[in-house]
């Protein structure tokens, strides 16, 4: 895994994602794994955007939960499974954008397994997937 998109990055924002779970539980809305997990981007000092804009042709716009330095989006959910839809939505999201890498996040599950979603349209060294666990 040394050709790792975002390795470095995509492991400290994994690691607060697991922190919120393990404080906030598997029941709680949307909205309050946001705010805690925002309260924990800035205590570590890591540039981030909520609610961040993203323009699609057929819509209007559409809003990412997080994106964070100016390089990552994460998704952040709280439903029995994450859906096909969810996974189309951030590759949309990210080809809009072109950005590499996103990631879906859901609450709900007993362990936390965030989904890695590469944009299919851009170029990566060694990986031929779009969507890893």
Sequence with gaps: MAN?????????IVGLLYK??????RYCREKQYGDLFEKLLEKEDITFEREYPIELVDKKSNF???YINDC???ELKSKLF???????????YLETIK???GLIVNF???YLKPKRVLNSKMKHSGHSNTFVN
């Design 4 to 12: 790792l998109i975002l390795k470095e990055l995509s492991y400290r």
């Design 20 to 25: 919120v779970h393990r404080q906030l539980g």
């Design 64 to 66: 990412v939960d997080f």
């Design 72 to 74: 990552l989006l994460v």
């Design 82 to 92: 994450i859906t096909k839809e969810d996974y189309y939505q951030m590759r949309r």
């Design 99 to 101: 950005k590499e890498l």
């Design 108 to 110: 709900r599950n007993k």
